[in-house]
């Protein structure tokens, strides 16, 4: 696709049900970061992967939050056991390499609702 | 660590009037600046963007933005406001040492016919 696609557009779950996220980043672009947009916190980095390297996590508010890359390309981003702040929106995005120039396209973003 | 600000929650102008939007930054070297803009219900989209050179930018949908060192400013500004302009504007920074943006809270524009 042209851009950024996230899945599914809405969630809404139960407080401690497991979620997962999808992005399919921009083909090409090797980089791909994950951001939460809430209204008390703002938009905060969450994940960040490059290519084959390990992720960068240092964002994860808790180890309930995990994600992945399958084949340099699709990322999930996993939340365990939900809890009601985990109510956000979830923004993926994704970069032409990591060189500071780069701009970051984002994706229309999944919103979660834990009740 | 690096950081943004705008001051203003929310910018009110008239359609044709001139736009700000008031962006500063701290970062421990020089900087990488974006603005994205936030319609209702989609993503963020890329408006413009300043690595190094002319410390005037100009983007999409007619914004530029002027980077001034001295007052680790970053202001977007758009000459002659259009109602479509209304959304959530947000500032970034983004360390050259480091890959992830830092986002200012954003500035909430409304542009009243």
């Known amino acids: 696709g042209a851009g950024v696609s996230q899945s599914p557009s809405n969630k809404v779950t139960e407080k401690g049900k497991d979620v997962e996220l999808r992005c399919d980043p921009i083909s090409g672009h090797t980089a791909l970061y994950w951001y939460r947009q809430s209204l008390g916190q703002g938009l905060e980095f969450l994940i960040y992967f490059q290519g084959n390297s390990a992720p960068d996590k240092s964002g994860l508010p808790s180890d309930r939050f995990s994600a992945e890359r399958t084949g340099g390309s699709v990322s999930t981003l996993t939340i365990q056991r939900t809890q009601q702040e985990d109510s956000a929106v979830y923004l993926c995005?994704?970069?032409?390499?990591?060189?500071?120039?780069?701009?970051?396209?984002f994706g229309p973003g999944t919103r979660l609702t834990v009740l | 660590a690096q950081s943004v600000a705008q001051p203003e929650d929310q910018v009110n102008v008239a359609e044709g009037n001139p736009l700000t939007v008031k962006c500063t930054y701290s970062?421990?070297?020089?900087?990488?600046l974006f603005w994205y803009v936030q319609y209702p219900n989609r993503g963020l989209q890329f408006l413009l963007k300043?690595?190094?050179?002319?410390?005037l930018v100009k983007g999409s949908y007619g914004f530029e933005a002027e980077f001034n060192k001295s007052q680790t400013s970053f202001h977007l500004k758009k000459p002659s406001a259009l109602v479509s302009d209304s959304a959530l504007y947000f500032c970034?920074?983004?360390?050259?040492?480091?890959?992830?943006?830092?986002f200012g809270a954003g500035t909430t524009v409304t542009v009243r016919a």
């Open positions: 970034a920074v983004r360390d050259p040492n480091d890959y992830k943006l830092s």
């Open positions: 300043y690595i190094t050179g002319d410390n």
């Open positions: 970062v421990s070297g020089n900087p990488y």
């Open positions: 995005a994704s970069s032409f390499g990591t060189s500071g120039w780069n701009e970051q396209f």
